[in-house]
């Protein structure tokens, strides 16, 4: 089974993949035209089932069978997120917009794929995400499993105008690290070097949990980006951003444990900022 995803959620859809991924499956998820056509013409490659955000193109003037069928290439193309049908419906309601295309297709051979995709799209867990069947909840993945890699003309493009895992990936990959400030730098000369002291002593803090708050603390009331306080960790593999969360969550509890430091770290969708509570 070939399943393939043309999507502007790149990052919600590799979780409907993950429920796809089996040694009798190859999972594709396209975030672009480009590669999706280079499979089916190029390649010859037709999926089983392309599944197509709803919101990718406009539906009502576009019919993706006929650009399709100008050059033989007919395979069952489903919205996935199709804002119309009912949850426990969606399946009658795909077989139903399958039957109107005018195309002869396997209907035994997509009735496992299609049961599924309204079974993962009833998990809430997963729901939730996908826009078009709801307002969905922002979400961004860690790694690129199943998507296939954007050509180089496409890279600004993509990144100007999109928000998502790979947006993550490709801005990442083209920065350099920072160098590690002093103490005394600049950024906050009214580092108090007693209170970081007194601060890793009390709370018995980790040498990872120390570097994290000391280097809030010489930023203090200034955006830090997640990428330099990951950096920030020196072993074979760096810290990771899951990582990361769990020594701010750890930090964040001290801080609101002990109410005489003043101080509380606030979330950015790429960093973080450790703020004086006394600061408007």
């Not at 089983?48 to 007919?74: A, C, G, Q, R």
């Not at 000391?214 to 950096?231: A, T, W």
């Not at 969550?249 to 969708?269: A, M, V």
Request: net charge positive; glycine share 2%; proline share 5%.
């Amino acid at each position: 089974m070939v399943i393939y995803f043309l999507t502007k959620e790149p990052d919600a859809c590799q979780l409907i993949a993950d429920k796809f991924s089996n040694e009798k499956s190859i999972v594709k998820i396209f975030p672009t035209v480009t590669n999706l056509f280079r499979d089916i013409f190029d390649l010859n490659i037709l999926p089983t089932v392309l599944f197509l955000d709803y919101l990718y193109f406009e539906p009502d003037l576009f019919n993706p069978y006929d650009l399709f069928k100008s050059h033989n290439k007919i395979f069952p193309i489903v919205f996935y997120n199709h804002p119309f049908p009912l949850p426990n419906r969606r399946k009658l309601f795909w077989l139903h917009q399958l039957k109107k295309s005018g195309h002869s297709f396997n209907i035994e051979e997509l009735a496992l794929p299609l049961e599924m995709l309204e079974s993962i799209l009833l998990d809430k867990t997963i729901s939730q995400f996908i826009s078009g069947i709801q307002a969905p909840i922002p979400f961004h993945s860690n790694n690129l499993r199943y998507i296939e890699p954007l050509n180089d003309n496409e890279k600004n493009y993509y990144i100007k105008n999109y928000n998502n895992v790979i947006t993550d990936f490709l801005s990442n990959s083209n920065k350099k690290e920072k160098p590690t400030q002093k103490i005394d730098s600049i950024i906050n000369p009214k580092v108090d070097a007693k209170f970081l002291d007194d601060f890793r002593i009390e709370n018995k803090l980790s040498h990872n949990l120390y570097k994290i708050f000391e280097y809030l603390y010489i930023y203090k009331n200034i955006h830090v980006s997640s990428q330099d306080l990951r950096n920030l960790i020196a072993r074979k593999e760096k810290l990771s951003e899951n990582g990361l969360r769990i020594l701010i969550y750890r930090l964040r509890k001290i801080l609101i444990n002990n109410k005489k430091y003043k101080y509380t770290i606030i979330t950015f969708d790429y960093g973080y900022m450790l703020k004086d509570i006394d600061t408007d």
